[in-house]
């Protein structure tokens, strides 16, 4: 079985603080890594993804994710945060065909 | 926009009711799916479909029916729920539910209050 740790509940942050949240899973085979995020009011979308090659992974408005696979872990970092990052930001791996299974979800709160 | 379309955006339903959802996707995807997400919870895969055939049931009480007409519809059919059945309900579609399913995309979700 699979399954997905997020260790942050709820972060607050100032505008242009720096932010990493961490992702940690359990599987023992070869998996996909997801981070995927859901602004207020709005549906779930990706935000980046990891399946194989490099393990720095870059998605979209300047976040990253870096692939530890010692650690069996997935962290998400952005250098610089804006208020426009507020939202929840979930992890998911998809290891067992056919599913993809969900952190609990972190709530990010940027002050502006 | 998301390419997946789920109706009614919003639901009330009595214990006794009979209600359904509806999920659409517009993505040429062969596998869809139906997720619960609660407060303070993560979210809980409830039901895959591939090709129409359902793959997964995640011991969902039968109180939730699904049914998969075709590739492109979803329906979750509700009966004799329990307030605590009170969620918003995912549904969200990916190119396959086999190996490599890659990323999945989400509708907007229906928020159903069960009274």
């Known amino acids: 079985a699979q399954s997905v740790s997020q260790h942050n509940h709820h972060v607050i942050l100032s505008e242009a603080a720096s932010l990493e949240l961490g992702c940690n899973y359990s599987?023992?085979?070869?998996?996909?890594l997801f981070w995927y995020v859901q602004y207020p009011g709005q549906h779930l979308q990706l935000l980046l993804k990891?399946?194989?090659?490099?393990?720095l992974v870059k998605g979209i408005k300047g976040f990253e994710a870096e692939f530890i696979k010692s650690k069996f872990s997935f962290n998400l970092r952005k250098p610089s945060v804006q208020w426009s990052d507020t939202a929840e930001y979930f992890c998911?791996?998809?290891?067992?065909?056919?599913?993809?299974?969900f952190g609990d979800g972190t709530t990010l709160t940027v002050k502006p | 926009e998301t390419g997946v379309t789920q109706t009614p955006r919003h639901l009330v339903m009595g214990m006794t009711n009979k209600k359904s959802l509806k999920c659409e996707q517009h993505?040429?995807?062969?596998?869809m799916y139906w997720y619960k997400q609660s407060a303070k919870k993560p979210l809980e895969l409830m039901f895959v479909?591939?090709?129409?055939?359902?793959?997964e049931n995640n011991s969902v009480p039968s109180r939730f029916s699904p049914e998969c007409p075709n590739s492109s519809h979803l329906f979750l059919h509700l009966h004799t729920l329990q307030p605590e059945d009170s969620a918003l309900y995912l549904c969200?579609?990916?190119?396959?539910?086999?190996?490599?399913?890659?990323?999945?995309?989400f509708g907007e979700g229906s928020r159903l209050t069960v009274l």
């Open positions: 998911a791996v998809n290891g067992d065909a056919g599913k993809s299974t």
């Open positions: 479909y591939n090709f129409k055939e359902q793959t």
């Open positions: 993505l040429g995807h062969n596998a």
């Open positions: 990891y399946f194989s090659g490099d393990p």
């Open positions: 599987y023992g085979g070869t998996v996909n």
């Open positions: 969200a579609s990916s190119q396959s539910a086999r190996g490599n399913t890659g990323e999945l995309f």
